[in-house]
């Protein structure tokens, strides 16, 4: 079964840094999520992704196959980032059921 | 846009009571989820459907049935419930194209067993 882990788990940065949340898994996988949780909201999808890299607006997600590890950098961060971001992904290889890392809480300070 | 709704955001139940959660997708999705959330233990499964009366048992189910008669809803059941089962409680959805769909989710029921 993979086994999905995160870091940091909490991040504090100042309105304008660039911010790099990691993610590493265990297994061979498909697909990769990345999730944006804001406090007491639901769970947004960001990216889904399986190679290479994907861009929206702010944010880029980034995976390396071969080193099972994958990033989601903010750019030009500001306080409305502040959420906890997860990613996730299959269980096993193409499964679709999904692990999830116990997520990132950002903190972006005015 | 889809959507995917959970028919209550918060609720208080006593312990030993039966209790229904309700989702509905709007998006003719195939697959499915239900989630546990705990702080400190992230997300967790505990059962998935990939069509109508088709379910499996995710990594938590002990205390939970499901139920999927209709392709867009998905029922979460617990027959007795327990304080331990305090959680908040997520629905997800997602298309089936092959793997690596984007998920869908609801936004959550608070649930408190008293």
């Known amino acids: 079964k993979n086994e999905v882990e995160q870091s940091p788990q909490n991040l504090t940065a100042q309105e304008g840094e660039f911010i790099t949340i990691n993610c590493s898994y265990s297994v061979g996988i498909s697909a990769l999520h990345w999730l944006q949780q804001h406090p007491g909201g639901g769970i947004v999808s960001l990216f889904m992704l399986s190679s290479g890299k994907k861009k929206h607006g702010r944010l880029i997600a980034t995976i390396n196959i071969q080193e099972k590890h994958s990033s989601l950098h903010i750019t030009a961060s500001h306080p409305r980032d502040s959420a906890v971001y997860i990613c996730?992904?299959?269980?096993?290889?193409?499964?679709?059921?999904?692990?999830f890392g116990k997520g990132t809480k950002l903190t972006v300070n005015p | 846009d889809v959507k995917v709704t959970q028919s209550s955001r918060y609720l208080v139940k006593r312990t030993g009571e039966k209790v229904f959660l309700e989702c509905v997708q709007d998006m003719d999705h195939e697959n499915m989820f239900w989630y546990r959330q705990d702080p400190g233990l992230g997300l967790r499964l505990i059962y998935f459907s990939y069509d109508v009366k088709m379910k499996e048992k995710g990594d938590i189910p002990e205390g939970y049935s499901v139920s999927r008669e209709k392709k867009e809803r998905f029922s979460l059941i617990l027959e007795s419930a327990s304080t331990n089962q305090t959680s908040m409680y997520l629905c997800?959805?997602?298309?089936?194209?092959?793997?690596?769909?984007?998920?869908?989710f609801g936004s959550g029921t608070q649930l408190s067993v008293l």
């Open positions: 997800a959805s997602t298309s089936f194209r092959g793997r690596g769909e984007k998920l869908f």
């Open positions: 996730a992904g299959p269980s096993q290889g193409g499964s679709e059921k999904l692990v």
